[in-house]
């Protein structure tokens, strides 16, 4: 999202891209740690994919006390929702969800989907069988055309499914393709910095929040979204191409934790 802020919505405007700010709004702290990443800021042009990092805690706590007002529907002079930055309709009468199930944006079913179609041609129709582990938050998926298997994904979330499963990599008794891995149980939708409710318990919450998510939104696949086909425009101009949807993650030394770590602790 940072990228296509600074690069597309900059153009738009018709603002150097460090004029530009971007507010991300997360129901995790260590957002606050991705956004002062050294790789996520441009030294030549002077500008960060994303300034500013408030949870949704933080937002909800900005709006009643700050601002004075009981929710986001009070708030005066809020236009229409762009097609293209949010997955609503052109009509701005619905909003869309993709069809994958999970609290956390749904990427190992989305990319099984898509590698059954790109390597093997084969289109799969419903939803994916998740086989749970030992506890919900550990679970396999297989790509299966006539019999033979051929690709096997699992999703483990929370810190000690995450140990688990890495120790099993390396001594490579899972032969995964792909696996997703989420820091807080139950997922994004259960994380540190979310909205909390004085009824529910933590993970009664996310359940409920992500049952209402999959029930009350259309379905649209994330390659025909506006943003999915922007982006893809977007880096067909760039020499670097598909990085601009890449990264990559190293150890933090000592000598860099002030500046890095920092970026938990700071009040936006």
Request: hydrophobic content about 35%.
């Amino acid at each position: 999202m940072g990228v296509l802020v600074k690069e597309l919505l900059a153009k738009e405007m018709q603002k150097p891209a460090k004029d530009v700010v971007h507010c991300a709004v997360m129901p995790c702290y260590d957002k606050k740690l991705e956004a002062s990443r050294e790789e996520f800021a441009d030294a030549d042009s002077e500008r960060k994919d994303v300034e500013i990092v408030l949870t949704t805690a933080e937002m909800m706590e900005f709006i009643t006390k700050r601002a004075g007002i009981k929710g986001l529907r009070d708030v005066k002079g809020v236009g229409k929702l762009d097609p293209v930055y949010f997955n609503v309709s052109s009509d701005q009468s619905a909003l869309y969800r993709p069809p994958a199930l999970g609290a956390s944006g749904g990427y190992l079913d989305n990319v099984l989907r898509y590698a059954a179609r790109a390597l093997f041609g084969h289109d799969l129709e419903g939803d994916i069988k998740l086989t749970p582990g030992r506890n919900p938050d550990i679970q396999e998926a297989t790509l299966t055309i006539k019999g033979e298997e051929k690709l096997r994904f699992a999703l483990a979330y929370g810190f000690r499914n995450i140990q688990n499963t890495m120790r099993k990599l390396k001594r490579n008794r899972n032969p995964y393709h792909y696996v997703e891995l989420m820091a807080c149980p139950a997922g994004c939708a259960n994380g540190g910095g979310q909205l909390k409710s004085e009824a529910k318990k933590p993970r009664e919450l996310a359940a409920e929040l992500q049952q209402k998510y999959y029930e009350e939104l259309r379905v649209r696949q994330p390659e025909d979204t506006p943003m999915v086909r922007a982006f893809r425009s977007l880096s067909s101009r760039f020499e670097k191409g598909d990085n601009l949807a890449t990264t990559s993650f190293r150890d933090v030394s000592k000598k860099e934790e002030g500046s890095e770590v920092a970026g938990l602790t700071e009040t936006w």
